[in-house]
């Protein structure tokens, strides 16, 4: 049988619409048997693919024996999947009949009568242009990140060699390095998710577990959620603050100290975290606000949009922190993690 009879075979009773539909696609249509052989490819796929000798070559192929070794089981979970009466889709690597490199975007659906699977169609788009877009977008967000990383780095050395050798108390230096290494781990963070969001729960451990002296003085709880990066870093500056006021002054410096930080989500979107200190010293309001307080009473709510409130229990010090979801994530909608 030629080519176009076997065309018009496997398309007998669709119509002459529905071919002309199908030949007017500028992507790859396949109609395939329901035992995975390629019964028909439209001619914008035989373009797309190189393919000269369809039915020489092609025709009647079990369809996942056409894609490379690495591709195939991806393509024939599809196959099975659409056998079985579902949708599915998959992005999968194979090369053109004359070896040109492509990356297609592939939808496998059943073709039903009755109620019963009679062939599969396979619709596949060629996406190598913009997969490769995306290979270098990353590639520069790599690039980035690892000068971001080099200037944090420099700026801790140059920070460190100028304030010792201006002879500046230990404890100045030790402040402005701890600042820096929130910040840089916060960074860290937010280069793991290409400067996406960073996750609350690591903004929060990142800046306080290191001034525990046991994983017992901390509770960390809450439902995960994204923050942006903006907010992400006067987060991380405020959180480092209360944890080195509490290694100073509050629970993290006394054995049996503990600190609990949790965070829930209240009606109306809105966040609500408390930092709760226990088993320290007798707490005293400070004489002078300084930086730590400016950034946790001033900073962080202002990034917020919300408001912060510190009670200088003599028990030991609560904060309080309320803002809208909305302001976690001011260009994409609020998103739980995990």
């Given at each position: 049988?030629s080519?176009?009879?076997?065309?018009?075979?496997?398309?007998?009773g669709?119509?002459v619409?529905?071919?002309?539909?199908?030949?007017?696609?500028?992507?790859?249509?396949?109609?395939?048997?329901?035992?995975g052989?390629?019964?028909?490819?439209?001619?914008?796929?035989?373009?797309?693919?190189?393919?000269?000798?369809?039915?020489?070559?092609n025709?009647?192929?079990?369809?996942?024996?056409?894609?490379?070794p690495e591709?195939?089981?991806t393509?024939e979970?599809?196959?099975r999947?659409?056998q079985?009466?579902h949708?599915?889709?998959?992005?999968?690597?194979?090369?053109?009949?004359?070896g040109?490199p492509r990356?297609w975007?592939?939808t496998v659906s059943?073709?039903?009568?009755?109620?019963?699977?009679?062939?599969?169609l396979?619709?596949?788009?060629?996406?190598?242009?913009?997969?490769?877009?995306?290979?270098?977008?990353?590639?520069l967000?790599?690039?980035?990140?690892?000068?971001?990383?080099?200037t944090?780095?420099t700026?801790?050395?140059?920070?460190?060699q100028?304030l010792?050798?201006a002879?500046?108390?230990?404890?100045?230096r030790?402040a402005?390095?701890?600042?820096?290494?929130?910040?840089?781990?916060?960074?860290n963070?937010?280069t793991d998710?290409?400067?996406?969001?960073?996750?609350l729960?690591?903004?929060?451990?990142g800046?306080?577990?290191p001034?525990?002296?046991?994983?017992?003085?901390?509770?960390?709880?809450?439902?995960?959620?994204?923050?942006?990066p903006?907010?992400a870093?006067?987060?991380?500056?405020?959180?480092?603050?209360l944890a080195?006021?509490?290694?100073?002054?509050?629970a993290?410096?006394?054995?049996?100290g503990?600190v609990?930080?949790?965070?829930?989500i209240?009606?109306g979107?809105?966040?609500?975290?408390?930092?709760?200190e226990?088993?320290?010293?007798?707490v005293r309001?400070?004489?002078?606000?300084?930086f730590?307080?400016r950034?946790?009473?001033?900073?962080?709510?202002?990034?917020?949009g919300?408001?912060?409130a510190v009670?200088?229990?003599?028990e030991?010090?609560?904060?309080?922190i309320?803002?809208?979801?909305?302001?976690?994530?001011?260009i994409d909608?609020?998103?739980?993690?995990?």
């Amino acid at each position: 049988m030629s080519g176009e009879g076997s065309d018009k075979a496997v398309l007998e009773g669709a119509g002459v619409y529905f071919l002309s539909v199908v030949e007017a696609s500028q992507d790859c249509i396949r109609v395939i048997s329901p035992d995975g052989a390629v019964e028909y490819m439209n001619a914008q796929g035989k373009s797309l693919f190189e393919i000269e000798d369809f039915d020489g070559r092609n025709r009647s192929r079990y369809w996942p024996d056409m894609w490379p070794p690495e591709s195939r089981e991806t393509v024939e979970q599809a196959l099975r999947a659409a056998q079985a009466g579902h949708a599915v889709a998959f992005r999968a690597y194979c090369p053109t009949a004359k070896g040109a490199p492509r990356w297609w975007d592939t939808t496998v659906s059943p073709i039903l009568e009755d109620g019963r699977v009679t062939r599969v169609l396979a619709t596949s788009r060629d996406v190598t242009g913009e997969r490769t877009a995306e290979a270098h977008r990353q590639l520069l967000v790599n690039e980035l990140n690892h000068r971001v990383k080099n200037t944090l780095a420099t700026v801790q050395s140059i920070a460190n060699q100028s304030l010792r050798n201006a002879g500046v108390e230990p404890s100045v230096r030790d402040a402005l390095e701890g600042r820096l290494m929130a910040i840089a781990t916060t960074h860290n963070v937010l280069t793991d998710q290409n400067w996406s969001a960073a996750s609350l729960r690591q903004i929060i451990d990142g800046s306080v577990t290191p001034y525990s002296s046991n994983a017992g003085q901390l509770t960390i709880s809450g439902q995960d959620l994204r923050v942006s990066p903006k907010p992400a870093v006067v987060m991380a500056l405020a959180f480092h603050e209360l944890a080195i006021n509490a290694l100073k002054y509050g629970a993290l410096s006394a054995p049996g100290g503990h600190v609990d930080i949790r965070w829930s989500i209240e009606p109306g979107d809105q966040l609500y975290i408390e930092w709760a200190e226990r088993g320290g010293p007798a707490v005293r309001p400070p004489e002078r606000r300084g930086f730590g307080s400016r950034i946790v009473e001033t900073a962080l709510p202002t990034e917020l949009g919300g408001a912060v409130a510190v009670d200088y229990r003599a028990e030991g010090l609560r904060c309080s922190i309320r803002s809208p979801l909305s302001s976690l994530d001011k260009i994409d909608a609020f998103m739980p993690l995990g």
